[in-house]
């Protein structure tokens, strides 16, 4: 069993940053892949960033290329995501996951453990 927590959220003016952190326990981080997503009221679940088990692997989604940047320190089984340059429509609540595989994948149904997640809004 893996438990996600995340942490970081906020409220910033657009153009800020804001770091998020998950912490997953129960299990080493070495094995599993991560990913952050991010859901807006009305809207669907969308991709935002993922990691491979080793860190050497990242994906983006479209809307946050180049100013969102994900990273992980296995000693510490935390991954961080990095925003910059936010913009009022990064406004959602952000969920982190892992997943039992050493890939890392954009499709949100391949993670097996989500936590509850952190709310970010960013005014204009």
């Known amino acids: 069993q893996v438990q996600v927590v995340e942490s970081g959220g906020g409220l910033v003016q657009a153009g800020g940053s804001l770091r998020l952190s998950c912490a997953a326990s129960?299990?080493?981080?070495?094995?599993?892949?991560m990913g952050w997503f991010r859901q807006a009221p009305g809207k669907e679940r969308e991709f935002v960033a993922a990691i491979g088990w080793s860190g050497g692997s990242t994906r983006y989604g479209d809307s946050v290329k180049g100013r969102f940047t994900i990273s992980r320190d296995i000693a510490k089984n935390t991954v961080y995501l990095q925003m910059n340059s936010l913009k009022p429509e990064d406004t959602a609540d952000y969920l982190c996951?892992?997943?039992?595989?050493?890939?890392?994948?954009?499709?949100?149904?391949?993670?097996?453990?989500w936590g509850q997640g952190t709310q970010v809004t960013v005014s204009s």
């Open positions: 996951a892992a997943r039992l595989w050493v890939g890392l994948s954009v499709r949100d149904y391949e993670y097996n453990y």
């Open positions: 129960g299990r080493t981080l070495g094995s599993y892949s």
